[in-house]
């Protein structure tokens, strides 16, 4: 019921449109054949507060063709992580999903989030996901 609900509510909308889901604190292992058929363009979801054990699915071999974007740091935290741990997590994340898919982004949302810590968490990750684009680049 729920995949049908979600495919009604952006069945009429044009296909250069993409569609953006996020699911915090879900069972998503347990849910993802549902979530394969929702047909989102790109789901993103809680990842590093559960320590990436929202992953463990891929690492059982399901495959996902969409756009997935695995949090890379936990946002209830008031603590900032250095690039270098954010880049070990993407890391940890390409090891079991293709680059293509992949997108870089927080666990869920930012709203609990001060600004003193949104700005240099948000470029930290920024810089990660750029040194590791190059590091792919240069790997090919």
Known sequence: MAVHSFRITNCRVEDTTQIHTQMCYSNFNDIIHSIINMDANVITIENSRSDEKL?????EGVKYGAGIGPGVYDIHSPRIPSTKEIADRINKVLAVLETNILWVNPDCGLKTCKYTEVKPTLSNMVAAAK???TQLASAK
Do not use: E, G, K, Y
């Not at 992953?55 to 690492?59: N, T």
């Open 55 to 59: 992953l463990l699915v891929f690492h």
């Open 131 to 133: 040194r590791l684009r």
